[in-house]
């Protein structure tokens, strides 16, 4: 049992209040998701020649500064890095695939969270309500977001399984359920150069989408083949630049609640994490039906 939750705001206004509205909506399932949190964020994008890198440092002590001047000095493009505690977020005019490769082998201790223009990726493990104090939740800005509350059930408690889940750029994936094949996905997918980095079934998921982006599908079209190919029961929530995206298994087992108003998209496991928002008595609500996609573009 697991909790999502999803914000997208349609009035340009709202966007300074994105996470002070989304706090409530995470905290809200702290009983489907006690034991770690994460939450994708997509803000303005960075110029078209730059890319971020979302970075974590876990317990390992990282002199955030230092970095920033070993990457400079690695790659003589112009890096500008923001500091979270043991979260970063380096903005970088250098080929962001040749920065993420240097990083594995230079800073080890670092992982890379994430990759795009808008997207700011944060995860850890702890009670939601901790974890959005750490990292300062309530002061985000953007435009929508994706966010999610973790109970182990079938892999270790740590951040690398928390979730959202990254591929590609600007993507991410949330994920209620359990698949019953992600062993099945992977011996599929890593021959075809798809890599893995933990033993989650929610990244067998992950990286099923980012093969068939990667092969040219839209997300909708790649969502469509997953019917077929991901076997098992989900819910799942996904954001890119542009979007936002529920869809449910054909049993839809796990819950879901979506709440529209003129002002915004609100998704959530349970309507306790909407209440507090603001007209939710005059939102249009409901559950999204099985295997239908639905999606809100900004």
């Not at 959202?164 to 094949?181: E, K, M």
């Not at 991901?230 to 995206?245: A, I, R, S, V």
């Not at 529209?260 to 994490?273: C, G, K, L, M, Q």
Request: charged letters at 25%.
């Amino acid at each position: 049992m697991c909790g999502i939750v999803g914000l997208l705001v349609k009035k340009p206004a709202l966007r300074d209040q994105l996470g002070a509205l989304m706090v409530p909506m995470l905290t809200g399932m702290t009983e489907r998701g006690p034991d770690s949190a994460g939450l994708a964020v997509y803000t303005t994008p960075v110029a078209d020649d730059q890319r971020k890198i979302s970075l974590y440092s876990g317990e390992h002590a990282v002199d955030w500064s230092a970095l920033l001047g070993r990457v400079s000095h690695e790659f003589r493009e112009q890096h500008e890095i923001a500091v979270h505690g043991n979260q970063a977020v380096l903005t970088t005019a250098a080929d962001a695939d040749k920065v993420v490769s240097w990083l594995k082998r230079a800073a080890p201790s670092v992982a890379v969270l994430s990759v795009g223009q808008s997207i700011d990726l944060y995860k850890d493990v702890g009670a939601p309500a901790d974890i959005a104090r750490r990292y300062e939740f309530g002061s985000l800005r953007g435009t929508h977001l994706v966010g999610h509350t973790r109970m182990a059930t079938e892999s270790a408690v740590t951040p690398a399984h928390a979730h959202p889940f990254t591929a590609g750029r600007d993507f991410c994936l949330v994920h209620n359920g359990s698949l019953s094949n992600p062993h099945l996905v992977r011996k599929r997918l890593e021959p075809l150069g798809i890599t893995f980095e933990t033993d989650n079934d929610t990244e067998a998921a992950c990286r099923f989408f980012e093969w068939r982006l990667r092969e040219g599908d839209d997300l909708e079209k790649a969502v469509e083949r997953g019917f077929s190919e991901l076997d098992g029961f989900f819910t799942f929530l996904m954001g890119t630049d542009k979007e936002l995206l529920i869809v449910r298994d054909a049993f839809a087992c796990k819950p879901a609640v979506v709440a529209e108003t003129d002002d915004y998209v609100a998704i959530a496991s349970e309507f306790r994490s909407l209440a507090h928002l603001p007209d939710i008595g005059h939102a249009s609500l409901f559950e999204p039906k099985p295997e239908e996609i639905y999606s809100w573009r900004i």
